[in-house]
Structure formats: C-alpha cells, structure tokens
C-alpha cells in the first residue's frame, strides 16, 4: 500500500511537469488555433539558459528567475517573428513552421551548449517526508507545489485582471476585440511569451529527475500532448488533470504492469492519445466544436 | 461642422473595391441611416469607419482625420461598433461582454455605473450577467451586443443591422430602446438596416446606397415618401 501511495504521489509529480507543458499548449491553442509543437523545445532552450547563468557563477534562484523572464520575452519574439507573418495561411504551413521551429532551436542549444549530457542543479530539497505513515519525496512534493502556484497565478490572472479579460476575449472573439480597442497583435505576443514562460517552468522541474540535454523535453512532449487530448486541447484545467492522470498511468503502468517496466512507458500516453481520440474526442473537459447555421 | 464627415469613402478588403466615392455626414445628436439592397456597400461602409476594412478618403470626425487608423484607434475616439452578427464574446459572461465594452475607458467607476444604466435599459441582460453571452437567446444577443455598444459612453453608435434574425415582436423592442437610447441620451446613431420601415420611423436623415455609391438622401420622412425607395426598400407599391 505505501509504495503504491508513493507511486500515485511520484506520478502526481510527473504528471505536473507534462501539465505544465500542456498548459502552455493549451494557452497558445485556445487563442490562436495553433498547436505548436516547438514548445517543447523552446522549454528545453530556457532550461539550458538557466544551466548556462548558474554555470557562469549566478546563484540558482537568480538564474531561474532570469531564466522564465528570457523566456516571456524569448516566446513573445517567437509570435511577432515567426508566427505573425503565417498568421491566418493553413493548418499545414503553421504546421510545418513550428516543426521548422523545433528543429531550429534544437540545433541552436546544440550548437551553443553541445550535444553532451549535462547535470542539472536541484532547486527543490532532496530526502523525504513521512506523511501519515508513508515515506514521500520532497521533490515529488516540491514539483506539485509549484504546479498549483503556477495555476493559481494563472487563474487570478485571467479571472481578475484587465490583460487577463482581455486575453480571453481575443481566444473567443478576435475581431470584436478589435473593435472594443484590444490590441490583438500585442496580446497574443503575451500569450505567447506566458507560455514559454509556464513551459520553462516545466523545463527546470523536470531536468533534475533527468540529465538536461537537447532532448530534454522530446519525451516530455509527447506525454504533454497526451494530457493535453486528454483533458481537452481547450481546457487549462483539463490539461493539469490531465497530466496528473497520464503521470499516473505512466508510474503505475510501469511498476505494475510486467512488460511495459521502464522501456515501454511512452506506450502508456500513446495508447491514451489514441484511446481518447476514438471515445471522446473532445477530452474530459474540452468544448466541442460548435458550428451555429 | 457634422460629427462625422466622410468624403470621397472608398473601401474594400485587399484588392476588392465594394464602396466608391460615397459621402455623407452625421450631425451630433441625430440618428442616420444607411439603406440599400444587400452587397450596396453597407456593411463595408461602417467597416471602413471603425478601421477593420480598407478605406481611403477622407472621415473626419470631429473634426479630425480618422481614415485609415487602427480600429484601437478610432474606438479611442468614441465611435462604438455593434457589428454584423452581434460580435459577443460568446464563451465569456454577459457581464464580462460589458466590461469588454469599456475597456478603453479609464474611468472605471463611471463605466460601472454605465453597466447599471445598460441594465436599467435591458433589465433581461441583468438576469443573465452571469451566464455565458452564447447561452442568450437572439434578442438578448442583440440587446447585449448594444449594450455593450454603450458601454464605451461613444459619441457615435454604429449600429450593423440590429434586427437581423429577431422576430418582430423583438425587433420592435430594441427599436424602442434604441429610440430611448438616442432621444433620451442624445446618443448620435450610424444605422445600418434592411428593415427600412422601421428605422425610418425613428431616424433623421437618410442615405440611400447603391452599388457602392450614396444615389439618394435626405431626411427620413422624404426618403420614406420616395416612390422609388418605397417600391424598392419597403416593400410598397
């Protein structure tokens, strides 16, 4: 029973990483259509600029924070330099231009920091914490934390504020933000940079448990994707339970399930994609696309 | 000197001309309206002065040079748009639609004692401030659309086909409140309308568009009389 509490607990963790990622997806597709798959990689870049600044002799905190507000800026330029002037052309040149991103900033962080396996500073406490009789990781617990942070700033942000109302206004409605004087270009630029900055997040949680290297996020990724489908591609609640839910399939199919062990546990979000897909193919918390004759 | 004074509009979208060389103005404090049959240019014409369209020419409102700014812009100024289809945010509370309305304002506590005053105007919107704007019925789509329309406090209301898709019995009564709206506030009106008998009935003055072109205008009870109007726009022989 405890080592499946920690299990649970483990996933949670993980899962807060990959819906820290999906909840920068989900923000970038609810207000603009596009699904940008260089996400990922615009994560791992963050988390290398991190690395380089604690690297260079800057105390960790310092090179986090610095980290996340490259990032805003960095994910703003990306929406006025590459993305504006697709803005509007098809599903497939958007497409292939995030792909096109992907691979520009994979092979950037390679050519600027290497190819080779790097280890990342913990910022979250090691050891662990008895909790009503079961042994939990502060880090699993850390990374939780910092997930329900990032949501609750999140939700005051766009429950509370002007730029928050805003922002929702330009995802349901575009040209009637227009005319209620939203400068549209100006705020999906924010969007933009708030997600890099929420998907950096997810890079510096994440590189500890792994070694940070380009392919840092590659696999995360694709458990993003699936919390994201699963939670519906519109819903940022969906996407936090979401990866909270494919953490856990991931831990638990794991350690429970003989032949999956720990070579096959991208088969668990995969089987999930596929599964929701074909069921529910809005996800449990996405609206579905409604089309008024 | 009119509020608005548009000279030798022309407007499109890329390469596509819909109106040339129309003129017209909008004398504070009075209602207008833009008839004529459908693709005359109506719609492109109140585009081209909330800046979403292309426009060339010259709009000059009070007295300044508006043609060709951004529609963040032009709102700045006071002019309200209440577009084709309403333009609700409809994922967002009837509510939230209405502070959307006055989000260039800096007076905030004037703007919410504006959201009162709408209320007052469509008690049935203050029932649904919380409810989705998609969930609203057609009329109280239309009624939130205008009242988010006044929530800017404009100085000019343009107004895109308010009865489009009400049935009568609605139609008349967001007529009755524009009608309260501009006689009681002194809101100045831009009125787009297919259905001509009923904004005659309460406009000032009127254009007739055709083709893009202005073909006819003068005050509304003339343009009600013209037996070319009457055959063509209202339906009478």
């Not at chain 1, 939780?144 to 990032?150: C, D, S």
Request: glycine share 12%; proline share 3%.
């Amino acid at each position: 029973m405890e080592r499946f509490v920690q299990l649970v607990v483990d996933g949670v963790a993980i899962g807060s990483v990959y819906g820290a990622l999906a909840l920068a997806l989900v923000l970038i597709f609810r207000s603009t259509g596009i699904v940008n798959f260089a996400q990922g990689e615009m994560a791992m870049f963050s988390t290398f600029i991190a690395w380089a600044l604690v690297e260079s002799g800057q105390p960790l905190g310092l090179a986090l924070l610095a980290a996340l507000a490259l990032s805003f800026v960095g994910g703003m330029l990306v929406e006025r330099l590459v993305i504006r002037p697709v803005e509007g052309e098809d599903q497939l040149t958007i497409l292939i231009v995030t792909l096109g991103l992907f691979i520009l900033v994979n092979s950037g962080a390679g050519w600027i920091w290497g190819f080779e396996n790097r280890a990342f500073p913990r910022a979250l406490p090691g050891g662990s914490a008895d909790v009503a009789g079961v042994r939990l990781s502060w880090e699993s617990l850390g990374i939780l934390a910092v997930l329900l942070v990032v949501v609750g700033l999140l939700f005051l942000l766009f429950q509370r504020t002007k730029l928050g109302l805003a922002m929702r206004a330009v995802a349901a409605n575009p040209a009637s933000s227009r005319l209620v004087g939203i400068s549209v270009g100006r705020t999906l630029m924010i969007g933009w940079g708030l997600a890099a900055l929420i998907g950096a997040v997810a890079g510096v949680l994440v590189a500890p448990l792994l070694f940070l290297d380009v392919n840092l996020m590659g696999g995360v990724l694709v458990y993003s994707f699936a919390a994201a489908t699963l939670g519906g591609f519109d819903s940022p609640k969906g996407a936090v339970i979401g990866g909270w839910i494919i953490g856990v399939a991931e831990t638990l199919a794991g350690s429970y399930i003989g032949f999956i062990g720990s070579d096959l546990t991208i088969l668990v979000p995969l089987v999930i994609i596929l599964g929701v897909l074909l069921v529910r193919p809005t996800g449990l918390y996405g609206s579905p696309e409604v089309v008024r004759a | 000197m009119s509020l608005l004074e548009v000279e030798g509009l022309e407007a499109g979208y890329g390469p596509v001309t819909v109106v040339r060389d129309v003129s017209f103005s909008v004398d504070e404090g009075k209602v207008v309206t833009i008839l004529g049959a459908n693709g005359a240019g109506k719609t492109t014409t109140l585009r081209a002065l909330s800046g979403v369209a292309r426009a060339s020419g010259s709009v000059r409102f009070d007295g300044r040079e508006i043609s060709g700014r951004s529609p963040e812009a032009i709102v700045r100024r006071g002019i309200a748009h209440v577009p084709e289809g309403r333009g609700n945010f409809a994922s967002l509370t009837v509510e939230e639609n209405l502070r959307l309305g006055a989000y260039v304002r800096k007076d905030g506590k004037a703007a919410r004692e504006d959201m009162e005053r709408c209320f007052e105007h469509f008690p049935r919107l203050r029932e649904r401030r919380e409810q989705a704007a998609g969930n609203l019925s057609g009329g109280e789509q239309q009624m939130l659309a205008i009242a988010r329309g006044l929530m800017l406090r404009p100085r000019l209301l343009l107004l895109d086909e308010p009865s489009h898709g009400l049935s009568p019995l609605i139609t008349r009564e967001v007529f009755k409140i524009l009608e309260t709206i501009a006689r009681e506030e002194g809101t100045t009106l831009l009125v787009v309308e297919q259905n001509a008998n009923l904004v005659l009935r309460f406009a000032d003055h009127a254009y007739v568009l055709e083709t893009g072109r202005v073909v006819l205008d003068g005050s509304a009870e003339e343009i009600g009389n013209d037996e070319g109007v009457r055959r063509s726009y209202l339906g009478m022989v």
